[in-house]
């Protein structure tokens, strides 16, 4: 599967150049440019730029990295801009996104569990990793008790009580809520009877995810109204 992620990630890269007329350095060097403060700045920026949210999510990992391909080796195009971020410092980016981006998505989930619970899940996302991390990272900052447990395909939220699951894919994420009696509008929907989740109706509503602006104060406030009801 790792190889297959390399070819994938090699063919992105490869085509940079015909397809955006900037090859990966270039685009690099453009990010950091930029000096934008926050990851989700960044994939915000690109999508900008004309790219998919995956493609520009996959793009900003590669900068988060130092410059580096996540899962390919380095292709033509990336010397120079590797260069300039390697030294004289380790810090992977100069003057950009290091010092204020942990407060926006994380390099990791936001507990001591998630670096290795659930990092298999995490993986499974590919490039919609970022954007399942940043909302655990929310929902930490608001509900600063909730516990993430790995599942079969799903990490729960408890607090302490189970409120919530969120359905992991490469192709969207679906969080699960439950928010009882609170009525269905767009983009919250009817869950899925069980959802694979094993908790029956209880989980009864759901957000299909696939953009890091939909985590806004309007989710923040439905997710506490969930965790208050599955109190209650």
Do not use: C
């Amino acid at each position: 599967m790792a190889t297959d992620f390399g070819e994938k990630e090699r063919a992105f890269i490869d085509g940079l150049k015909e397809n955006t007329g900037r090859d990966l350095g270039e685009w690099m060097d453009a990010i950091a440019a930029e000096a934008l403060p926050h990851r989700n700045d960044i994939i915000d920026w690109l999508r900008h730029k004309g790219f998919m949210f995956s493609k520009a999510s996959w793009l900003e990992r590669i900068h988060h990295n130092g410059g580096r391909p996540i899962y390919a080796d380095s292709p033509k195009g990336t010397t120079r801009s590797r260069r300039r971020r390697e030294a004289p410092s380790t810090t992977p980016v100069e003057n950009a996104t290091t010092p204020a981006e942990p407060r926006a998505m994380p390099a990791t989930a936001p507990t001591p569990a998630a670096a290795d619970d659930l990092e298999p899940l995490l993986t499974k996302a590919k490039a919609y990793r970022p954007l399942a991390q940043h909302l655990l990272a929310r929902i930490k900052a608001v509900r600063p008790r909730t516990s993430f447990v790995a599942r079969d395909g799903f990490i729960s939220m408890a607090d302490p009580g189970i409120f919530a699951a969120l359905g992991i894919s490469p192709k969207e994420l679906r969080l699960h809520l439950a928010l009882g009696s609170q009525p269905f509008d767009e983009p919250v929907k009817k869950g899925q009877a069980g959802a694979g989740l094993g908790k029956g109706d209880a989980l009864s509503h759901m957000v299909v995810l696939t953009d890091a602006r939909q985590v806004d104060q309007r989710l923040l406030d439905l997710i506490g109204r969930a965790a208050s009801t599955a109190d209650g």
